[in-house]
């Protein structure tokens, strides 16, 4: 997570916008390589091993945040115990993955971005027009194409991966790159996404963890610290741990690191 890598995701977001936005057919041409015109349909769509490819990639990336949901929840309902994890990691792992994969993605673009999927559009046998990645007035009214959120979801893991010891984390971030790619070309393979759905989806994921991470970690005026994460939990969790002792006749005083 350093400016190296701030300056690649930069340079390819203003690229990629560029030239999409100029050319937008050019997601029309990416999108017809997986589109067989003799049967009007995306074949891979149909593939049970693609589709389980597809389920285990997301059950890859929910795997990799389990220890961060495991070790909030059971701080949660025993603050008295130590977290199971470092507090930062906790903190990192899952406002990463909030925002890149739920709050920016599904309740943000896709909820308010009108852009059609490849599967819906004229070109591809379907009844809406297509529109270019900036345009936010296609047809689509729920759950539409740009951006992806299962791209949004496989690219988070450049999160866990920034966690890795220094010696392994080139090989995190490369094994990170891999995963989000196959991903994507699944979903754009399947007729889900355009290519800048998915690309804007790496790009916006990459941004949100690596302001994160240069918050919580590298710079000394916000960056946090374990024991003051575990402290604030303590804080928030302690009432209602005091209150269910209560329930259960055994009485509970405040919390020590109050």
């Given at each position: 997570?350093?400016?190296?890598?701030?300056?690649?995701?930069?340079?390819?977001?203003?690229?990629?916008?560029?030239?999409?936005?100029?050319?937008?057919?050019?997601?029309?041409?990416?999108?017809?390589?997986?589109?067989?015109?003799?049967?009007?349909?995306?074949?891979l769509k149909q593939d049970s091993l693609a589709a389980f490819a597809r389920n285990a990639a997301m059950w890859i990336a929910w795997g990799l945040a389990m220890p961060a949901i495991?070790?909030?929840?059971?701080?949660?309902?025993?603050?008295?115990?130590?977290?199971?994890?470092?507090?930062?990691?906790?903190?990192?792992?899952?406002?990463?993955?909030?925002l890149s994969a739920g709050v920016l993605t599904n309740f943000t673009f896709k909820a308010f971005w009108g852009r059609p999927r490849p599967v819906v559009v004229s070109e591809f046998n379907g009844e809406l027009p297509f529109v270019a990645w900036w345009d936010p007035r296609g047809g689509c009214g729920h759950n539409c194409s740009f951006?992806?959120?299962?791209?949004?979801?496989?690219?988070?893991?450049?999160?866990?991966?920034?966690?890795?010891?220094p010696a392994w984390r080139p090989l995190a971030y490369a094994a990170a790159t891999a995963f989000g790619l196959t991903t994507s070309v699944?979903?754009?393979?399947?007729?889900?996404?355009?290519?800048?759905?998915?690309?804007?989806?790496?790009?916006?994921?990459f941004l949100v963890i690596w302001l994160a991470h240069g918050y919580i970690y590298r710079w000394p005026r916000t960056r946090l610290s374990d024991e003051g994460v575990d402290a604030a939990l303590t804080r928030f969790a302690w009432p209602g741990y005091r209150f269910r002792r209560r329930l259960l006749g055994r009485e509970t005083g405040p919390a020590s690191s109050a």
């Open positions: 997570m350093n400016r190296t890598g701030l300056f690649i995701a930069l340079s390819l977001a203003v690229v990629i916008g560029i030239v999409f936005g100029l050319y937008p057919e050019l997601d029309l041409k990416l999108a017809a390589l997986f589109y067989d015109p003799q049967s009007r349909a995306f074949p495991a070790a909030l929840v059971i701080k949660l309902v025993r603050p008295d115990r130590p977290l199971l994890m470092s507090g930062r990691a906790v903190v990192f792992l899952l406002l990463t993955l909030t951006f992806s959120g299962e791209g949004a979801t496989a690219f988070w893991t450049y999160a866990p991966a920034a966690l890795v010891p699944l979903r754009m393979a399947f007729g889900g996404h355009f290519f800048t759905d998915v690309a804007a989806a790496g790009l916006v994921s």
